[in-house]
């Protein structure tokens, strides 16, 4: 019988990320050995090498169970994980992304993992086992490590205290800013509107509902306040007084280039950011939680991937061992080191290198009750569109296109719009 040419191209797609994979630490295959096969996303040589060291650690021990890892090229990743788990068949543990997560589990393709009878549950961190559980209350995952924001900042720019609101920023920001150094390595690039949305929750304070993040409690929407149009207007004032003309369009590597040459003296990113300034050989520089608002409170989402299970897994006891075996503090730890991510383990905050330093900033924003975790509203059928039209916003904005007011009009009436197709 003639095969479709869908089932032909999944069939297809199957064989190829198998040849290029490469096969994991158990590649030869022993007679009578489980062998299961694990499909990573963010894929990068050192990346894949690491979790390659913790696969052989696991095999040896558990000498009964071999593991096979397909590394995708990065680019397609999702799309090729997405393609296999179609199939249904030939894959036991799968790295599932924040953004990944509910399709996943509303497709039906990840088993719930059982977490009353693993003593490790109760070592992860309390943001760990939230976000493990975010999709629809059940454990489709266990993350592996996190990515929060942090100010860094330049001790030799004159900052010997670092700013706690987003108006001590721009005034730090503003005195730095002579001749061709700033203050500030503003985002007006893609992912800029990020950065607008993050100041206008945090002027809207304890009204805003961290599980509904662009809504207050009240129902409306955080654009539709006097404090928004307050903090647009500040973040306007950061740019054109603050930060380098040319930032209008920078991204994620230009305000990272910009802090690490001295051009600016602050930043706001994830900790990937800790690798790189060390590697630039900079000396000078701290770390401090974000900014807050005017009513103290500070907002954001977290970013996290994790390890899960198949639904369709012939061997989900030992996918299963494997993901608990990955998630116990010592090769998460060593897996969050080697990646510049936020660990999961309780005790990490005994560590050296999360407990001092750079690092210390991200644990103490998860201590303060006012840095407030939020759950990004990625459930609404317009989202994609307003991450791609809120960008084109603030350019405009910064450019003189368009006003506060109209800018947060239309933002405003685009997510009322969005609660009426969601409710």
């Not at 590597?253 to 590697?279: A, N, R, Y």
Request: net charge negative; charged share 25%; proline share 6%.
């Amino acid at each position: 019988m003639k095969r479709s040419p869908i089932l032909a191209a999944l069939a297809a797609v199957t064989l190829t990320l198998t040849a290029c994979g490469g096969s994991g630490s158990g590649s030869g295959g022993s007679e009578g050995a489980v062998r299961l096969r694990m499909i990573e996303s963010l894929t990068s040589p050192d990346r894949t090498k690491l979790i390659k060291s913790l696969l052989a650690d696991f095999e040896k021990a558990n000498p009964g169970i071999e593991v096979e890892l397909i590394s995708p090229p990065l680019d397609s990743a999702d799309q090729k994980i997405t393609q296999i788990m179609q199939t249904r068949k030939d894959l036991d543990v799968v790295e599932v992304r924040d953004h990944t997560a509910k399709s996943f589990s509303n497709n039906g393709w990840l088993l719930e993992l059982p977490t009353t009878d693993w003593a490790g549950w109760d070592e992860l961190t309390e943001l760990t086992r939230t976000k493990a559980v975010e999709v629809g209350g059940k454990a489709y995952l266990i993350p592996y490590g996190f990515y929060q924001r942090a100010l860094f900042y330049r001790t030799d720019r004159g900052i010997t205290t670092p700013p706690t609101t987003w108006q001590e920023l721009y005034e730090a920001g503003k005195k730095m800013t002579t001749g061709d150094q700033f203050g500030y390595s503003f985002r007006g690039g893609k992912g800029g509107a990020d950065y607008a949305v993050q100041m206008i929750s945090a002027y809207n304070g304890e009204a805003l509902d961290p599980e509904k993040s662009f809504f207050l409690k009240d129902k409306r929407t955080i654009f539709s306040t006097p404090e928004a149009a307050q903090a647009l207007e500040l973040f306007v004032k950061i740019f054109k007084e603050a930060s380098p003309p040319d930032s209008v369009s920078w991204g994620y590597p230009e305000m990272v280039q910009g802090f690490t040459s001295g051009v600016t003296g602050m930043l706001i990113q994830d900790p990937e950011v800790i690798k790189t300034v060390e590697e630039s050989g900079l000396r000078n520089w701290s770390t401090a939680p974000i900014p807050k608002g005017p009513t103290g409170y500070a907002f954001q989402p977290v970013g996290y991937a994790g390890w899960g299970v198949t639904s369709f897994s012939a061997h989900q006891a030992e996918a299963i061992k494997l993901v608990r075996f990955l998630s116990e503090p010592a090769q998460s730890i060593r897996f969050a080191k080697g990646n510049s991510l936020i660990p999961i383990a309780r005790s990490a905050q005994d560590d050296p290198q999360f407990s001092q330093g750079a690092w210390k900033a991200y644990l103490e924003a998860q201590q303060d009750p006012k840095q407030v975790i939020t759950i990004r509203p990625v459930d609404y059928p317009g989202w994609s569109r307003f991450l791609v039209d809120s960008d084109r916003d603030v350019q405009s904005l910064l450019t003189g296109g368009k006003t506060v007011a109209e800018v947060l009009k239309g933002w405003d009436e685009f997510w009322q719009d969005q609660a009426k197709k969601v409710s």
